[in-house]
């Protein structure tokens, strides 16, 4: 039985950092912690110093903090975390130099970049500069797009219970979803579960659009520099996404997808408020 659903994207709205005596520094900034973000970019912007807070504010529905030695931080092992930590705000002081290892413990969170090393340093050196937001400078990379990245996890864990269910692991959540949107990344995730490989079946599985968008973010959402230059404006290249979106949906016969190939038959009954008369949309 199908029936109409739409995957839903949330986006969040995050307060800047307070500071205290000794510097309390928000992990992530005003992006927070959630994968998608360059922890190690970010880290080595700031100057921790013993005395010193960080703050790790998430949504504890989708990830949390672990401490972790420095082995399991390469390894993105948090099997065997020094401590952990799940209430969505956890803040650490920073109480003696060297280097402090963290990182989210769901499932893949870490190999897609939600970890991060602290460095502290001693006691007598110069003091901490106060922390202060600095928006990422690649918009792909924000909150917004990482919580689409998110409820396509959402949709991979609905998928792996159909599998269950069913014992079909062909299951494809187009298969089960009429209705899929977003924006953005959102779009790029949504045609990519609905593209039909020319039988009405889904090309990509969930977990397959996931992987192509985190691997192909930065040449997707290419600055177009003339434009950010003539216009004072960040603008995308359209030419780059094309390039990459023109790879992704092709069958394997080598044609290319159209609209209609992304597009599930859908019934939309409706009535008209002034006449009462009703309707039926129908898309092809
Ligand atoms: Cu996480």
Redesign the pocket.
Known sequence: MVSPKHVMLMFTIIAPSAICFGAVYRVGDASGW??MFNYTKWASSNKFHVGDTIRFE?NAI???VKEVTEPNYRACNGTKAIATYFSGNDSFTLDHPGHRYFL?G?PY?CRYG?KVEIYVVGEGSSPSPSPSPVADKNPANSASSSHHIFSVQFVTKYLAMNHIKTGDLNVHIGDFVDIIDGIVIGAILATMLSANDGTGRPIFTAGEAVKFITQNNSVLFKVNKLVEVLHCRKRFSGRSMDKVLQEIFRREDGTFLTLKATCKPLLVPFYDLKTYAPFCWIFL
Do not use: A, G, K, V
Request: hydrophobic share 20%; net charge neutral; proline share 10%.
């Open positions: 959630h994968p998430y989708f990830h949390n989210c769901f969170h939600q």
